[in-house]
T-cell receptor, first 112, second 114 residues
Framework: DVKVTQSSRYLVKRTGEKVFLECVQDMDHENMFWYRQDPGLGLRLIYF???????EKGDIPEGYSVSREKKERFSLILESASTNQTSMYLC???????????FGPGTRLLVL | GENVEQHPSTLSVQEGDSAVIKCTYS??????FPWYKQELGKRPQLIID?????GEKKDQRIAVTLNKTAKHFSLHITETQPEDSAVYFCAASNSGGGADGLTFGKGTHLIIQP
């Protein structure tokens, strides 16, 4: 059974804090993705990773960075959280050369 | 980059009627078009997808059609049921074997009226 997990379902942080969002998949997928979901805007791609230690910017990378030290784990980092980064963050993974992406449950982040 | 437009943003239909959600895309190189369903508080789940070498695909009450020339694709749900109430997202990508992410539409909130 496909399994993508995220470290927290809900998170509250203060402006200026460094925030780490973790995503783990147990399916040996090469590709992993971070999206943010906002009402009326759908899902927007922040960063993705082809494989370990590889990363590519998505459509809205500003204010974010990522880390992929192990195949199963893809971390999203907010270097200095701001209120406009309050959002739902969704991680997804995919087998290379296949299109279907599997999503995690999401982390709802509130930045005060 | 790719741009996906989705309409309508909200759709209310009577139980048992059909629902149609439409999407257009801008990048003619896009070749993969999935539809995701997201129930309240849950993760998006793939319900059907279509590739550019196919014009139509059906899975029980759900069907997707693709018009490559016009660059639009549609989701059709027949005999709607209460459990079809959710937000539906269309998406597009150029799946050339890399890790290209999906470009999503803004979503359609489908409401099934009893």
């Amino acid at each position: 059974d496909v399994k993508v997990t995220q470290s927290s379902r809900y998170l509250v942080k203060r402006t200026g804090e460094k925030v780490f969002l973790e995503c783990v998949q147990d399916m040996d997928h090469e590709n992993m993705f971070w999206y943010r979901q906002d009402p009326g805007l759908g899902l927007r791609l922040i960063y993705f990773s082809y494989d370990v230690k590889m990363k590519e910017k998505g459509d809205i990378p500003e204010g974010y960075s990522v880390s992929r030290e192990k195949k199963e784990r893809f971390s999203l980092i907010l270097e200095s959280a701001s209120t406009n980064q309050t959002s739902m963050y969704l991680c997804a993974s995919r087998v290379i050369h296949q299109e279907t992406q599997y999503f995690g449950p999401g982390t709802r982040l509130l930045v005060l | 980059g790719e741009n996906v437009e989705q309409h309508p943003s909200t759709l209310s239909v009577q139980e048992g009627d059909s629902a149609v959600i439409k999407c257009t895309y801008s990048d003619s190189a896009s070749n993969y078009f999935p539809w995701y369903k997201q129930e309240l508080g849950k993760r998006p789940q793939l319900i059907i997808d279509i590739r550019s070498n196919v014009g139509e695909k059906k899975d029980q009450r759900i069907a997707v059609t693709l018009n490559k020339t016009a660059k639009h694709f549609s989701l059709h749900i027949t005999e709607t049921q209460p459990e079809d109430s959710a937000v539906y997202f269309c998406a597009a990508s150029n799946s050339g074997g890399g890790a290209d992410g999906l470009t999503f539409g803004k979503g359609t909130h489908l409401i099934i009226q009893p």
